[in-house]
T-cell receptor
Framework: SQTIHQWPATLVQPVGSPLSLECTVE??????LYWYRQAAGRGLQLLFY??????ISSEVPQNLSASRPQDRQFILSSKKLLLSDSGFYLC????????FGSGTRLTVV | QKEVEQDPGPLSVPEGAIVSLNCTYS??????FMWYRQYSRKGPELLMY????GNKEDGRFTAQVDKSSKYISLFIRDSQPSDSATYLC????????????FGTGTRLKVLA
């Protein structure tokens, strides 16, 4: 069966520091992968999606970037975090529907 | 107007009650409708997946779609304290699309 791993679970970072969140999928090949951000009262916002290695599509212009160095690895990054980057970040892969990871709660201070 | 509207709650009910959660939408092209359950500090998990109009039942859960009214519902029978979570609706126009539109979620509390 397919599983999706996301880490870390919680992260507190100072403004201006870099960010790297990692997501890996097991049990499937060439998955479609997604990064979402969830903010209170605003639902799930699609940030990036990838249909293959090196292929990244950005949905919302922002301070973040994504990379897919391997088939089952998806990374969310930032060179300099802003306060507004705080939120709950979710990685997902799409089969019949979305399967989400357990999320990373990022607090930028 | 948002494409998908969902009352944020919180909705508090006694244990054993029937719960009704709802979403309205504006895009008549939506054909695929999902309900996700999200516990605090966890990722959402898929509860129900339906296509087009009609009802779908799975245990204590029933999903209902009324495309003519652009209205979907999730019913929970014999609600339990373990059902306390945030429930998100999601929808898309095609099965192969990358883009689902999510509601903001309704927070449900089932009181023992």
């Amino acid at each position: 069966s397919q599983t999706i791993h996301q880490w870390p679970a919680t992260l507190v970072q100072p403004v201006g520091s870099p960010l790297s969140l990692e997501c890996t999928v097991e049990g499937t090949s060439n998955p479609n992968l997604y990064w979402y951000r969830q903010a209170a009262g605003r639902g799930l916002q699609l940030l990036f999606y990838s249909v293959g290695i090196g292929q990244i599509s950005s949905e919302v212009p922002q301070n973040l970037s994504a990379s897919r160095p391997q088939d089952r690895q998806f990374i969310l990054s930032s060179k300099k975090l802003l306060l507004s980057d705080s939120g709950f970040y979710l990685c997902a892969w799409r089969g019949e529907s979305y399967t989400f990871g357990s999320g990373t709660r990022l607090t930028v201070v | 107007q948002k494409e998908v509207e969902q009352d944020p709650g919180p909705l508090s009910v006694p244990e054993g009650a029937i719960v009704s959660l709802n979403c309205t939408y504006s895009n008549s092209a939506f054909q695929y409708f999902m309900w996700y359950r999200q516990y605090s500090r966890k990722g959402p998990e898929l509860l129900m997946y339906t296509y087009s109009s009609g009802n779908k039942e799975d245990g204590r859960f029933t999903a209902q779609v009324d495309k003519s009214s652009k209205y979907i519902s999730l019913f929970i029978r014999d609600s339990q304290p373990s059902d306390s979570a945030t429930y998100l609706c999601a929808m898309s126009s095609t099965s192969g699309t990358y883009k689902y539109i999510f509601g903001t979620g309704t927070r449900l509390k089932v009181l023992a």
